[in-house]
């Protein structure tokens, strides 16, 4: 049995590189919390630390969640027993949610007293598992349009459960995760040309009329959404507000920012300033050279992701670190692409950088996928130590027969 110096020692050892990242972006994301918040939770809660607090406590959770997930048995991560077990409970928790109390028109979050748990996020990390443990049993050669039956159907199904919520930029996600990732995986250069050109399309689709939405079924706060981000001009007062909004408090910041909590858009002029919309309060106060720097660690964690993820020999770690990857890049970049006007309005944070618990804790498991993938790859590379050989003298020595 390993004693608790040991078992430490054996907790802490992971990537540096990954794990340092990871840190770096949540601290100063708890920074940016702390100023986007204080002056909403002073005013609305009578404490301007209340959400800084929240965060901290979400860091340090998120951190032990990572640190245990890298250590997990392989035997447990490639189980389809537990599979289906997980594949249950978000079932249930995607039913339950559909009774609770809506918030901004949806039926997203069951409240947890501590933090409200929106099961979509899990959706999200489970697309990735079961698509990498998937992908990773046949190769690419042997692959037919039927092997994608089973992870299609799985995030079809699953897709079809957030819709009812409804959570449009969540299913969005969760589809394109799923895509992106049977893309790298292994298809042909005319699958991903012919996929590219289905999302241009849906960009495209972006541009028409309100009322094509309508007739599909859409909520009007969707359509908005949907509509006004080519010009929020068009609504300044309505669906155009928030990214005005955004937009100001870019400009304000300019290069070098009007300083750290100095923002003047936090102050009951931007809404959820110190979720979606975070990144408008780091420019507006730490200036466009700080958000250069902040989209460089992004980046460069995503990479990273993905670097780490090709030095695997196992299909299965290799799969997990391009899915997580994929996840990061595509929250950040609708995130980023909301605020500067180059995509809807979806409600998606900034993975580790924006208020929020099941956010947090989500990007965490991620984190934890990629520090696992990591650590079991390196215990495989490990070379087992040789048997013990007999010494020349040993082998030399005679055998003494006993007399009977």
């Known amino acids: 049995m390993l004693n608790f110096h040991e078992k430490m020692k054996r907790l802490l050892k992971v990537d540096p590189l990954i794990m340092g ?35 901290l406590l979400y860091i340090v959770l998120g951190v032990l969640l990572a640190l ?34 809506g918030i901004n028109g949806a039926k997203s979050w069951i409240n947890l007293k501590v933090f409200n748990l929106q099961p979509s996020e899990l959706v999200k990390l ?26 299609g159907g799985v995030t079809i199904f699953l897709f079809g459960m957030i819709m009812l919520q409804p959570d449009l930029g969540t299913g969005m996600i969760v589809v394109a995760v799923a895509l992106l990732l049977g893309l790298m995986t292994g298809v042909s250069n005319r699958a991903l040309a012919s996929w590219g050109a289905v999302f241009a399309l849906l960009y495209g689709i972006t541009y028409l009329d309100s009322s094509v939405f309508e007739k599909i079924g859409l909520k009007a706060y969707q359509v908005s959404r949907f509509t006004s981000f080519h010009n929020p001009w068009s609504d300044a007062t309505g669906s155009g507000y928030q990214s005005i909004q ?5 400009s304000r910041g300019n290069w070098f ?12 002029f931007l809404p959820e300033a110190h979720t979606d919309f975070i990144l408008a309060i780091v420019g507006e106060e730490l200036g466009f050279v700080v958000i250069f720097v902040l989209m460089l660690a ?25 899915g997580v990857a994929i ?25 580790l950088i924006s208020y929020g618990g099941s956010s947090f804790l989500a990007s965490s498991v991620g984190v934890g996928f990629v520090l696992w993938a990591i650590r079991n790859d390196q215990k495989q590379k490990e070379p087992t130590p040789p048997k013990e050989e007999a010494t020349p003298e040993e082998e030399q020595q005679p055998i003494e027969l006993k007399a009977m």
């Open 21 to 55: 990242l990871y840190v770096l972006l949540s601290v100063f994301g708890l920074v940016m919390v702390y100023s986007a918040s204080s002056y909403y939770a002073l005013v609305n809660q009578g404490n301007s630390e209340a959400f800084m607090v929240k965060q």
């Open 68 to 101: 245990g997930i890298s250590i997990l048995p392989e035997k447990w991560m490639k189980s389809e027993k537990v599979m289906v077990a997980t594949f249950g409970v978000i079932f249930i928790l995607l039913v339950v949610v559909l009774f609770t109390k």
């Open 126 to 151: 489970f697309v990735i598992w079961i698509s990498a443990y998937l992908y990773s049993k046949n190769e690419r050669s042997k692959r037919d349009w039927r092997f994608y039956l089973v992870p």
């Open 246 to 250: 955004g937009f100001l408090g870019l």
């Open 257 to 268: 920012g009007t300083g750290l909590s100095n923002s003047v858009q936090k102050t009951g």
């Open 298 to 322: 992004i980046v460069g964690f995503i990479i990273a992701m993905i670097y780490k993820g090709n030095k695997c020999r196992s299909l299965f770690a290799k799969y997990l670190c391009y």
């Open 327 to 351: 996840l990061f890049l595509i929250q950040s970049g609708i995130n980023i692409g909301a605020l500067v006007g180059f995509a809807p309005l979806t409600g998606v944070p900034l993975p």
